[in-house]
């Protein structure tokens, strides 16, 4: 079982390497994920904001407030928005995304990567995304996408009680999203597409339906 204090020691563990072990390996996803939120546009806020990695990659047109619940990678986050000037970063906080500390409403763009499959509750953290969206809004993930079924899910199964000490999951078929999405009738997902490497992750987009 993941627990919010192994998650940050595990990323207080991860925080100096962090940009080196992951720069490359996820580049991609980071770049189709900056363009879905750029097609939205507004206010966007990304859960796991961790080291400010992807921030560089966001339209400057953005107004983008930074959560992550490790103080140690928030604090090379804010390195990294000082040292290049990113106006369009409005906030970086220190806060749980099980527990969001926003009004109902207030973004535009809910954005995690690499973080539901991280945290103690992953429906309750996506239940905080639906509820700060704005109705017109996309909630958009890079996450795992486990297998359903065969040789690669009794894998991941076997995996899992290692790679917690990591501070994920290896496990966390599609059906976690789907039984989550059935409980939010307001959601739509419009978008599931494969990411490297070897398409063991997806770009989810999930869009809140405007009643206007």
Do not use: C
Request: proline share 7%.
């Amino acid at each position: 079982m993941i627990r919010t204090q192994d998650v940050k020691r595990s990323y207080r563990r991860w925080a100096p390497v962090y940009d080196i072990v992951f720069g490359k390996l996820f580049a991609h996803p980071r770049r189709e994920a900056a363009e879905a939120a750029a097609r939205v546009g507004g206010r966007l806020l990304e859960v796991g904001v961790g080291t400010g990695i992807a921030l560089t990659a966001y339209a400057p047109s953005l107004s983008i407030v930074g959560i992550d619940v490790s103080r140690e990678m928030l604090a090379r986050a804010r390195l990294r928005v000082a040292s290049l000037g990113l106006a369009h970063v409005e906030d970086l906080i220190e806060m749980d995304a099980q527990d969001l500390a926003f009004p109902d409403g207030s973004f535009d763009v809910v954005m995690a990567q690499y973080v539901v499959n991280t945290v103690p509750d992953p429906d309750a953290a996506l239940d905080e995304f639906a509820r700060v969206l704005r109705p017109g809004g996309e909630i958009i993930l890079v996450n795992r996408v486990g297998a359903a079924a065969g040789p690669r899910r009794a894998v991941e199964r076997g995996l899992q009680p290692i790679v917690e000490r990591l501070g994920w999951r290896s496990e966390f078929p599609f059906e976690r999203f789907e039984r989550w999405l059935g409980r939010q009738p307001s959601l739509r997902l419009v978008e599931r597409r494969a990411m490297p490497p070897f398409g063991h992750f997806a770009l989810l987009r999930f869009t809140r339906i405007d009643p206007s």
